[in-house]
Every structure is written in C-alpha cells, then in structure tokens.
C-alpha cells in the first residue's frame, strides 16, 4: 500500500529558481493537502483541496501555487524560490476534512541557497 | 481562532518512565482532538483521536481524555521504551459553517527515551 507519496525526497534550488512538489494519494481521498514544517513552529498549511478542482488557501500561502491535476494528485509549485521557504514539506490526505484521519507523505526537505 | 498549545520539548525519559505530555486547545464549538506521532525521517501517522467531551483515546498503550471542562487532551502512557522516541503532535478539528474543519496542530513535543 503505498498512501502519500512525495516527490522528490531533497531538492537544493538557488533563490528565484523554480520547482514543483509532486504528490499522489491511492486512498480515493477527496481532500489534500500542503504543509510546511518549521523547527519550533509545527505545521502549518499552505494551501488545500477539499475536492477535486477546488483549492483553497491555508495559513501561510505566499509565494506558493497548488494544482489539483486530478482526485488522486494535488502539486505544490513555487515560482521564485526564497531562503525563506527553506523547510521540509509534507502533503497530506484523507477522506473529507473535518473529523477524518489524514494520512501524510514522508516529506520533502527543500533547502534554497 | 482556533489554536492548540502543547508542552515544549525536548522531553528526556528513561525507559520504563511514566510519560505525560500536555496539550490545551481553544475552540469556539466541539472540535475533534488528535495525537499524531512522527518518527525520525518521516511523516505524521495519526496516534490516537477522540471525538467529543470525555472520549478516551487510545493505542499502543498511548492515552488521551477529552476534557472539555479543562480544554485539554493530556496524551499519558505508563511505561514508554526507547522506541517511543519521537516528535508527538497535538491536533484539533473543528468543522464550523465555510469550513471543511482542517487539522490545526501544535507545534510538537519531542520525546528521547534512554535506555
């Protein structure tokens, strides 16, 4: 069963390249999600779907856009990267928002030099 | 808004220690209150959950009661062992009009059990 997967697992990027976080779920879920996780601060969304073609902002979107290409993929893109979006990225599932367990990829760690 | 405050790590027990990690909430209705555990190098895995005011959460000998007298979800386990070694989350969810109810966590406890 492989849940969440996450691609890739590290990426180095210089300060305004651009990239994007894949991210795939076989559960049937409805809704994704993206995190971020910051020594010291936790996770915080970015941005989530709580159905396919619907995206919402999350706490901190800023300087990131989210595709969700289809019920099973939901993709987090950073246009120009910045030093300050270095931290480990996690996507996330479950079956609808709300009192559902959600079910996490093992993270991207993104380092922008 | 909603939010959830957890004790501040990093916690350091023997093993066979009693463990208590304490977690508080503030909520405007009856959120649904999580542990969720993260092992070194991976992602979040739900631990234990309960849904309304006096639910008793539940696994691997992990515990949790929904107080909501207190709003806390202290998570409590007996005897931990060295692979109890881990960053543990606290959660809320709280579904309200014009909102799915997505995860709000704290910011994490990390826990070192010595042999």
């Known amino acids: 069963n492989a849940g969440v997967t996450q691609t890739p697992k590290f990426q180095v990027l210089k300060t305004g390249q651009s990239m994007t976080l894949q991210c795939a779920q076989d559960?049937?879920?409805?809704?994704m999600y993206w995190y971020r996780q910051d020594p010291g601060m936790g996770l915080r969304l970015i941005y989530y779907s709580a159905s396919e073609g619907t995206t919402d902002k999350g706490e901190v979107p800023n300087g990131y856009n989210v595709s969700r290409l289809n019920k099973r993929e939901f993709s987090l893109r950073l246009e120009s990267a910045a030093p300050s979006q270095t931290s480990v990225y996690f996507c996330a599932s479950s079956a609808t928002g709300g009192h559902t367990e959600a079910f996490f990829g093992q993270g991207t760690r993104l380092t922008v030099v | 808004g909603d939010s959830v405050t957890q004790m501040e790590g990093p916690v350091t027990l023997s093993e066979e220690a009693f463990l208590t990690i304490n977690c508080t909430y503030t909520?405007?209705?009856?959120?649904?209150l999580f542990w969720y555990v993260q092992y070194p190098g991976e992602g979040l895995q739900l631990l234990l959950k309960a849904t309304k005011a006096d639910d008793k959460g539940s696994n691997k000998g992990f515990e949790a009661t929904y107080r909501k007298e207190t709003t806390s979800f202290h998570l409590e386990k007996g005897s931990v062992q060295v692979s109890d070694s881990a960053v543990y989350f606290c959660a809320l969810s709280e579904v309200q009009r014009g909102s799915q109810g997505n995860l709000i966590f704290g910011k994490g406890t990390k826990l070192s059990v010595k042999p």
């Open positions: 909520a405007t209705g009856y959120p649904s």
């Open positions: 559960m049937n879920h409805n809704s």
